[in-house]
């Protein structure tokens, strides 16, 4: 992905809105929550989107197919017991 650069201005209760350019290319919708990760340097840091939901996140972890994924739960079970 290209870097892109926008600037914002930070407002008195240290808000900032997000330019349109920015949140158009990544999704961000109104009520969506993002994370600040600090960079080494002391100027820096870095935003990072959190997903609305994490449903389907780890899809295929465990198997391809839902049959494959109740075998795995089904042998993990057995290991318990």
């Known amino acids: 992905m290209a870097l892109i650069e926008r600037e914002a201005t930070v407002r008195e209760k240290n808000q900032v809105t ?8 990544h999704g961000i919708e109104p009520g969506q929550r993002v994370v600040f990760v600090e960079g080494e340097a002391d100027d820096e840091f870095r ?4 997903p609305r939901s994490y449903a389907g996140a780890l899809a ?7 049959d494959e994924n109740v075998e795995y739960v089904r042998r993990e079970r057995e290991d318990w017991a």
Request: without cysteine; hydrophobic residues 40%.
């Open 47 to 50: 935003v990072r989107v959190l």
């Open 18 to 25: 997000i330019p349109r350019a920015v949140a158009e290319r």
């Open 60 to 66: 295929g972890i465990y198997g391809k197919t839902t």
